[in-house]
């Protein structure tokens, strides 16, 4: 026995302690020793278990540094048919859009992105694998309806001056060609830009001709452009595939990958 307890049995034995307090105390002793009880069970659960705990998401090493490409110079004009038939696509430079807009992780299909440039032009293909066309989604057919990116499968583009990427201009299209296009966020602005769509069994396949007046530079060799190119694809739980990633907003200009014209 502790000293305390010894102490507590010899006022029993000597009658000292009124019964009905003796009874008390019996049950706030016990009541003591079973809360000493659950804590040490407690400390040997610590030792012998480790409590779980959410698993840390880490987002893909290479997605941190910000993409460059070189875009090749054609003298072709591209007839904006949607069909790539021009020459220069079988010698643009292609890019990918393979990641999450998060970085977490790549895509579940390929989205190409082709690109060349005259003295008038920058010309974007969108080559889309879609393993599900017949649930791709195409409701919008007019203008800067804003509905376009809550409801539909799209391409949308963001390009800039380099030195000026903040004030990036916006371009999106649907599968029904259906145009969206923005600069400062305000689609109050109206490019002079052309696209066109093919449907396939398995994919469907943009072709752009953004004119450089469009972006309000006039092209040089060795420009440098910022962009990125992205694709909302919504048969997928996280359908927001990009070039360069924002981790977050595609409107993240800071995130912009580079364009040089070569």
């Known amino acids: 026995l502790t000293p305390f307890q010894s102490e507590i049995a ?32 407690r400390k040997q659960s610590e030792v ?40 220069f696509w ?38 889309n694998e879609e393993p599900q066309m017949k649930n791709v989604r195409a409701q919008v057919s007019k203008r800067d309806d804003g509905n376009i990116f809550i409801s539909d499968d799209s391409v949308e583009i963001f390009l800039a001056a380099n030195e000026t990427r903040e004030r990036y201009f916006h371009f999106t299209v649907n599968m029904n060609n259906s145009q969206y296009d923005q600069h400062l966020k305000s689609n109050q602005w109206n490019g002079q830009w052309q696209s066109q769509v093919m449907r396939y069994e398995l994919g469907w396949t943009v072709e ?35 070039w360069a990633v924002p981790f977050g907003s595609y409107h993240t200009p800071e995130r912009f990958g580079t364009l040089t014209l070569d």
């Open 10 to 41: 010899e006022l029993y034995r000597s009658g000292k302690i009124p019964s009905p307090l003796r009874q008390e105390m019996e049950h706030q002793l016990d009541y003591m020793y079973q809360l000493i009880a659950i804590e040490e069970r």
């Open 90 to 127: 079988k010698e643009a430079n292609i890019l990918k859009v393979e990641y999450l807009n998060n970085g977490f992780s790549k895509t579940q299909v390929d989205t190409l992105v082709k690109l060349a440039y005259n003295k008038d032009f920058l010309y974007i293909a969108y080559v």
């Open 48 to 87: 012998a278990f480790t409590p779980s705990s959410r698993p840390i998401i880490a987002i893909l090493p290479e997605t941190k540094s910000l993409p460059k490409i070189k875009v090749p110079f054609t003298v072709e004009t591209a007839t904006i048919d949607g069909e790539l038939n021009e020459t």
């Open 208 to 242: 752009i001709a953004i004119p450089f007046s469009d972006l309000e530079v006039s092209p040089q060799r060795g420009m440098n452009l910022a962009g990125n190119f992205t694709r909302d694809r919504y048969q997928d739980e996280s359908p927001y595939y990009t």
